[in-house]
């Protein structure tokens, strides 16, 4: 059978055991009620079908219950949070006292940086990739001129080589041989939004250890996509959101990782809050701030128990799934897609996230020379939900968890035929 076919496309499904998935999630449907091809999971991730379940449960405690619902609530709000912590940790490869949902991404960081970046005269500048998020970059900008540093002076730029767009790891290495000793902090990104580039975090957090610098990654692009093994690689501390490959709505959460080997350390500098207090003496209000041992420690207000329960819903059904199963269909279903891709012969496409799996997730940046804006709108008028970014790129992103290898050869079809106009 050829590979290059709808029917190719149909067995592949058929033979996939995670397939039944899909059925878990909302499809968007067009104006006839025909499903969309939703590729756009790297953007916002879909709802699952029990999220509205588990957040009118809690609608319905709060009913019923009033405030008593902190104690007396099914999942009670109290300890919300402690819901989340193992399936999470599961995903990204941590203990779950490493993890904690709390506040926003760019939150996080700037609470992480409070604890993690200690600038001296000497030892100040910090790291992140050329083309990072624009949010961590305005994050980590913003801190050095809180500590009285030049951002142009203080911020380095792992940046891809001339005429590339991927970053090197070696060039990373120069960067630490002729700057380490003024180098106090690494803030990668874990999967480059952009690119999806999937760093080597084991090996980033080794050289910048090497030079006793603290290191921390970005997740927003890798939770719930690849499998970081955070414990084992070793990071300092971690962020990320959840809406996006976590499937827990607009605006939800985010999540904070902070290794065991800090869990305890009452010398770091931290904001604080009440919620990061000793649960024991909590409700007391007159003790002094005792920290929470682990990431618990770095909350600050009490959950939002319905953006919890939203993410709750998501976990549950990555719990079921299984994240490695997950990512082994994920590397078969980009594959497929780069090679449909490859197959299209166009001499203006050019595919700029890494052709190794291992080096990324399941997003593809499709580059489209001499294209334009308008190119996106064809494909969402074709039914195809994609993401675009200037000045010529189409971010495609099959997620293992309701995405078929169908999605990906209509797709493709779809792209062919708006090219040949």
């Not at 009670?76 to 989340?84: G, K, M, N």
Request: glycine content about 8%; charged content about 25%.
């Amino acid at each position: 059978m050829c590979q290059y076919s709808l029917e190719y496309a149909q067995q592949c499904d058929a033979q996939d055991e995670l397939s039944h998935f899909r059925n878990k999630f909302l499809l968007p449907k067009d104006g006839e009620g025909n499903d969309l091809i939703y590729l756009s999971g790297n953007s916002l991730g879909l709802q699952p079908t029990i999220t509205s379940e588990y957040i009118l449960k809690e609608l319905d405690d709060w009913a019923k219950l009033g405030v008593e619902g902190h104690t007396k609530a099914e999942h009670p709000w109290l300890p919300y949070h402690e819901f989340l912590s193992r399936n999470m940790a599961n995903l990204i490869g941590a203990k779950p006292g490493e993890v904690v949902m709390m506040n926003t991404l760019t939150t996080n960081l700037h609470l992480m940086m409070v604890s993690f970046y200690k600038p001296t005269k000497t030892k100040y500048k910090i790291v992140v990739e050329s083309d990072t998020f624009p949010s961590d970059k305005y994050a980590v900008e913003s801190q050095l001129k809180f500590h009285g540093f030049d951002p142009v002076d203080g911020l380095i730029l792992w940046t891809p080589p001339e005429g590339e767009e991927l970053c090197r790891f070696e060039d990373l290495e120069a960067i630490m041989e002729t700057q380490g000793d003024e180098i106090a902090l690494l803030m990668i990104g874990s999967t480059n939004y952009y690119s999806g580039q999937l760093f080597p975090l084991k090996k980033i957090t080794e050289l910048g250890h090497s030079y006793n610098c603290k290191v921390g990654f970005d997740l927003a692009h890798g939770a719930g996509n690849i499998e970081p093994d955070l414990h084992e690689t070793g990071a300092d501390f971690a962020v990320w959101c959840s809406y996006k490959y976590l499937n827990s709505g607009p605006g939800s959460l985010g999540g904070c990782f902070v290794h065991e080997r800090h869990a305890k350390n009452d010398t770091l500098k931290r904001f604080t809050g009440w919620w990061g207090h000793n649960k024991e003496t909590r409700f007391n209000m007159r003790h002094d701030f005792e920290a929470l041992p682990g990431a618990e420690g770095w909350q600050l207000s009490n959950p939002p128990i319905l953006s919890m329960a939203a993410i709750r819903a998501s976990l549950d059904v990555f719990a079921e799934a299984g994240m490695d199963r997950l990512r082994k269909k994920s590397i078969k279903l980009t594959g497929f897609l780069e090679y449909l891709i490859d197959e299209l012969m166009d001499e203006r496409i050019h595919i700029i996230t890494p052709r190794n799996p291992e080096e990324r997730g399941c997003q593809l940046s499709v580059q489209v020379k001499n294209a334009d804006k308008s190119l996106h709108k064809q494909l969402t008028i074709a039914g195809v939900i994609s993401d675009w970014r200037d000045p010529d790129v189409i971010r495609v992103a099959p997620v293992p968890l309701y995405n078929s290898f169908e999605d990906v050869f209509i797709f493709t079809e779809r792209l062919k035929n708006i090219l040949a106009r």
